[in-house]
Every structure is written in C-alpha cells, then in structure tokens.
C-alpha cells in the first residue's frame, strides 16, 4: 500500500488512507486497504488516480469526520456496498439499500446466458425475485446496445426492492415495466389462469437452506434481508414454486434461467425434468462453482 510507505502530515489524505486501512484490517476486513482507498475517493468524489495525485493533500475536518464514521461503521461488518450506496453490475452502477439483495458478480453469468441465447428481435422477458432490478436492468442495456429493444418486466414481492429498481431503472434509462408479484401471482386472472406469457424467465430467487444462514458471514447473514436469502429448509422452496408455474407463462420454445446454489443442481435439473423443460444446461462461476441452470420448454 503505497501511503503505508510514504510519511504523510497526519492530517493528509495519505494518512488517513493508511490509518483507515489498518482499522479494517484490525477489524477482520477482508479488502481492508482497497476500500479504504475506495471510501476516500467516494467522500473525495474522485476517482483512484485522481485521489493518489493528492495523497499528501490536507483533508478538510468535515470530510475526515465522514470517512471516519464510515470506517468504524464499516468494523461491525455492515456491507461497504450499503456504506456506499452502490455496486456496479454489468459495467453499470446500480444503487444498493439495506432490506435488498446486493448484486454481485457470479450473477453477471445469469445474465450473459440469456444474452447468449436470445434471438435477433424483441422479446418478452420477465426477470423474477428482481430486488435491485440488476438482471432485468443489466440484462435490458446490454441488449439496447446491440440494437434490440424488449420487452423487460421486474417483479418482487418486496415493496421496498421494487421502488429501488424503479429507482435503478429511472438512473439507467432503462424502460422496463415494475410488477409486484409473489412470484407468479400478479400474473394470472381472476379466475386462477395465466393472464401474461414471455419468451424467457430469468430468477435469482432465495436459495440459502434456512440451517445454513447463521453460518454465512456476518456481512450477510446480519445486514441483508433474510427474505432474500432464506429458501426454507432444504433451501429448494422456491424452486418447487416456480418451476411448476413457469410452464403455463412461457410461449413455445421459452427458456427459464435460474441462478442456484453450488450444491442444487441435480435437484433442479431433475424438477425441471419433471416438468418438460428440456436442453438443460448447467453454467459455472469465476470460481468454477455451479451458479446458473437453464432449459427450454417446447
């Protein structure tokens, strides 16, 4: 860490840098000195080598005051994305909140799947368990980019996660419809029947064996919402739910894309077996960790 190395006045922007960083680092951070570093240009509204150019630069008391705060605040584990208020997903900036999912990376294979595998035209997609809005969202822009303009709704049974990727989409320019469904719910008529139909469903939904959330790390298992997470016992309740559904919504030829835990795969390839889908695929992470499952129904 180049400001370790370097005698900075104590009050300097280097300073702070490196007193931060061994802060984090005490308090178990995993990155401790990258996102001191990432804060600091945050509270700077600078970009990193912007920030290095002014490392022996003395920081004003209100800005001091603000990164310290979030430095101590970030030793109790709250996630440096809520600290933040923003991750990035798919080369794009996407706000994060307390009460819903943070994107991460592994996800971005959910959605260049589905890139892969979308035709030449607009088509009818429903991204499911939406929270941010990052697939939807991420999924709609790159698809603008390559000239093809779809139809993209986001639903959630979550109030709160809707009006943040309303809020995703507003910033994004992104033109996507916001449903708020239990799953398929907002998507049937009075009468029970399917009242929509798309051409692809894609879903991150909650897959985290209820024994199995205490164990993961403090980061999430104290910050972010359980409803998120928790996919009951056997963590395969959602996917009961909506791969039975899922055939009465897709059109002939549909594809349904799901993100799952590293050790669920045998057992939604056997649900979506059951219920027709066929070529189904399986897809690794960066880390060569099962993440994503697709199949059509024909």
Not at 14 to 40: C, P, Q, T
Not at 97 to 105: A, D, G, Q, S, Y
Not at 122 to 130: A, H, K, P, Q, S
């Amino acid at each position: 860490m180049y400001e370790d190395k370097i005698q900075f006045d104590e009050n300097s922007i280097g300073a702070l840098i490196a007193k931060g960083g061994k802060i984090l680092s005490d308090a178990g951070i995993e990155n401790a000195k990258a996102e001191a570093r990432l804060l600091m240009a945050e509270y700077r509204n600078e970009d990193i080598a912007t920030l290095y150019a002014h490392l022996p630069d003395l920081l004003d008391d209100f800005t001091a005051m603000r990164y310290m705060k979030a430095i101590k605040k970030r030793t109790t584990h709250y996630p440096f994305q809520y600290i933040l208020g923003y991750t990035y997903f798919m080369d794009h900036k996407f706000k994060c909140r307390e009460k819903v999912l943070i994107p991460r990376f592994d996800t971005e294979t959910l959605v260049f799947h589905a890139l892969e595998n979308s035709p030449a035209k607009g088509i009818d997609v429903l991204d499911m368990c939406t929270g941010s809005g990052c697939i939807g969202i991420g999924y709609y822009l790159w698809r603008m980019k390559e000239g093809y303009k779809d139809n993209v709704t986001l639903s959630d049974i979550s109030e709160f996660a809707l009006s943040l990727a309303e809020e995703n989409a507003s910033d994004l320019d992104a033109e996507v419809e916001i449903v708020e469904s239990d799953l398929f719910a907002a998507f049937r008529n009075e009468a029970g029947e399917a009242a929509r139909s798309f051409d692809m469903i894609l879903s991150n939904p909650p897959y985290i064996r209820t024994k199995d959330i205490n164990n993961l790390i403090k980061d999430i298992r104290d910050y972010e919402p359980r409803l998120a997470l928790d996919g009951s016992l056997d963590g395969l309740a959602f996917y009961r739910r909506i791969i039975s559904e899922a055939p009465e919504f897709l059109n002939e030829g549909g594809r349904l894309i799901l993100e799952i835990g590293s050790e669920e795969y045998m057992d939604v390839q056997d649900m979506m077996l059951e219920q027709g889908f066929k070529e189904i695929k399986r897809l690794t992470d960066m880390s060569g960790l099962d993440r994503v499952v697709s199949g059509i129904l024909y």
